[in-house]
């Protein structure tokens, strides 16, 4: 059974940085799209970013090319998202989530879903 939790969220002021985990288990990763997701109040659930294992090809939302880097550690089958540069606009809940197929990003692709981590940025 597949099961994705994040960790690393919190609260942090505008401009500031925060780093995202998602460690998974449950499988052999070598084969999954690995994706963040968020969802701000009041707002549907929109894409961040996404990676595979092989080969690390990372694709970003615009909002976060820049800013943001997803990365993988396979050995530790984690999943990060460093966050730079942080505004206002970038407090929502952050969502890990796994496929087991090629990179999506659309939310209905995604089989498996972690619990998510709250990220605030104040101003």
Do not use: H
């Amino acid at each position: 059974q597949v099961q994705l939790v994040e960790s690393g969220g919190g609260l942090v002021e505008t401009g500031g940085s925060l780093r995202l985990s998602c460690a998974a288990s449950g499988d052999t990763f070598s084969n999954y799209a690995m994706a963040w997701f968020r969802q701000a109040p009041g707002k549907e659930r929109e894409f961040v970013a996404v990676i595979r294992w092989n080969p690390n090809s990372p694709i970003y939302a615009d909002f976060a090319k820049g800013r943001f880097t997803i990365s993988r550690d396979n050995a530790k089958n984690a999943v990060y998202l460093q966050m730079n540069s942080l505004k206002p606009e970038d407090t929502a809940d952050y969502y890990c989530a796994a496929r087991q197929s090629v990179r999506s990003l659309y939310e209905r692709d995604y089989q498996y879903w972690g619990q998510g981590t709250q990220v605030t940025v104040s101003t």
